[in-house]
């Protein structure tokens, strides 16, 4: 992505794309909202449970049951094989109350992690659901990890339960079962109700049957959460050592809502989808829990990206908000425009991306192919919800992430030798000049702000320096305060919107007889934005052929799904630091061209 030249302090090159909305946009005058907003009033907007609680599920499902949109549909689900069902608000409600006695039941108590690993189904919104209304704690797997991320997350996050379906059960849990003996429980979803051939799982049909017959006799009553209970574990990758699992409370809620009102404009009658999976964060904040806060119908498809469907989905389920990532706009755009004129987008009214960076020229094509400009917002796993965003009818700029949402106070922090932000006796200093580069802070504060990383409270320290979260990400501002991303502060990889950690991937190749060091490293792609690449040094006895070469492509697919390298080079002269690390930035300068002593370029390839 090209910077520089006639925007606002040399930042961007394409002039602002305004947009008037069809409807006034719910966050209102921005300026003001942003002066007179607290979380409190957004709390205030919600429910609330008796007694001073709050459950993400009470305010996403029962509220609504018991309103007048009770039978407005909650879920839509879109398949390519079983036909489309649907969910409305009163159904979800009953559903995932049985659910909830179905997995307490089973022996889940407060505060245990159930996990889901499925494709987009009803079954995983009724585990999530009903796994909040428990007062136990969510955590989704992305369903294309291959064995060892999922061995390794169940492992870490001493999952307790287990909701998956045959295949993805006997490719990747059953062998490593042994391994995992916090691991009471695996539903079948597709298992027959009279019982599973695969030994140690229980099918979900007849835990359900049973907990329906509960819940007609004794009723339900919802998990009395407090606002600080946990209730959402999502795993993700840091530059170094195992994954990290965010924790998240019953009070992100709060920010689930509000951001969802002022950033995706959302309110009953909308009909919205998210092309995100629940098994990464943007398909839980803003897949199930933001949306149905606020009272829309909820469209899912669990059919993989094809441009002609997503053109039709968009016009025959009359979509009126469209969230989704710069690799699929890019793959939309290399379709054309032209594609999506021939269906018919009226109902469409506010297009919004994340995950990655937003090209200027998707966020213009967007005029073009959906008749109005791509709004970039920016927010990260441990954030749990937005935190920049470009808003409805406000002027975007092409190549901004946008402005800090009201109740969120950004810092952009000077930079120390390491590329992180500099600090100095505790203390650190934000850049005052307009365009400064420096690593993007935020102000701990807001609800949905993560709690810590499961089991390790130093790394959660160290996220923290002088009162600000440190983000990891370098960033610019501009005098009028838009935000402008430039690159990550450490080697961690963004592939198809994907965050993944290089030393998973190395960690997983270095399993491999022949290999005796791995350096990972983001390449960059004009899709994908980033592949894994691996640059591998074979043992002594081993020889660099096509063969081998392609055996490690195997391996590392079987071992880690879809974060895999797509590319393997042999190396057998790998950079090191004087610690005798791999130095992964130096084999990016290699890969980009650039010359090995200037490392500053290589964390902002722009
Ligand atoms: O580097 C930033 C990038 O994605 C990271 C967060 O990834 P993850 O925790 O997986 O959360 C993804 C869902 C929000 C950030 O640190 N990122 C996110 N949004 C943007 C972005 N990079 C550029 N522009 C964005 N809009």
Redesign the pocket.
Known sequence: MSRGGSGPDGLGERPPVVHVPRRAPLVGDYEQRRRSFTWEEARGWLEGLPGGGINIAHEAVDRHAHSELADTVALRFLSRTEPTSELTYADLARLSDVAAVALRELGVERGDRVCTLLPRSPELYLTALGTLKAGAVYCPLFPAFGTEPVRQRLELGSVRVLVTDTLSYTRKVAAVRDRLPGLRVVLLVDAPEQGSDEGGTVPWATVMADAARVVERDGFTIAATAPEDPALLHF?SGTTGRPKGAVHVHEAVVAHHATSRFCLDLAPGDTYWCT?DPG???GTSYGIIGPLTCGVTVVTDSADFDARRWWSILQDQRISVFYTA?TALRMLMRKGAALAREHDLSALRHVV??????NPEAVVWGTEAFGMPVH????????GA?M?SNYPGMPVRPGS?GRPVPGVEVGILARGEDGRAAVVDGHVHEVSEAGGLGELALRPGWPSMFRGYLGEPERYARAFADGWYL???LARRDGDGYLW?VG?ADD?I?SA???IGPFEVESALMEHPAVAEVGVIGKPDPLAGEIVKAFVTLKAEHEPTEALRRELIVFGRRRLGSVAPREVEFDEHLPHTRSGKVMRRLLKARELGLPEGDLSTVEHPS
């Open positions: 993700t995100a990464w964060v943007t710069p991306s994340v995950g990655e960076p937003l970039d917002t920016w927010w990260q796993t441990e954030t937005i920049v992430m983000t990891g990400d991303f990550r961690v963004k919107g994907h965050l």
